[in-house]
């Protein structure tokens, strides 16, 4: 009892703690720092892509509706306050031109509204980044892969397997 009765005296101290997501998520520094020229990133996000009709990247900077805030910081892209009120610090993440981003987000939703999933390769090059040591000028081409309904493929499953894999309701549209 008195063992439990120090240990309740000393002080607290929350943290937050996290793998290497609230970083970087997805790795995709590290894979530049080794040299890779071809990436492909898995891009398993909670946030739905928005189509042009919501948001338009060419006219407006992204909210955290519009995009999941992974990828944005890349391009030195702010959504909201991240890394002022969330574990996550994505704000030394940038290593590719801020006004590459609305390029790539428009190719995105360009792949979405086709209808066969967001897969979208893009030559990208690199801007300094001193935090991580990445050198500017570094020509890369990433295939990102923002996970997503493919709503051609789902239309041509069977009917029975479409109703066990075919999100209900107009608002599953992603």
Known sequence: AARAAAAAALPVTLVQLGDGGDEVSPHLIGLILRGATRIVAFCNFAVPLQLPSRWNPLQRGPTSLDIDDDIPPFFGVVIDDWGERSAYDFRRNQVFR????????????????????????????????????????????????????????????????????VPPGAGARD
């Open 98 to 165: 801020t006004e590459d981003f609305p390029v790539v987000v428009s190719a995105m939703q360009k792949a979405q509204a086709s209808g066969r999933g967001i897969v979208v390769t893009t030559p990208l090059v690199t801007v300094d980044n001193p935090w991580w040591g990445v050198k500017g000028g570094f020509c890369v081409n990433v295939t990102w892969v923002y996970v997503s309904r493919a709503l051609q493929w789902e239309a041509r499953l069977p009917p029975a397997v479409r109703a066990l894999v």
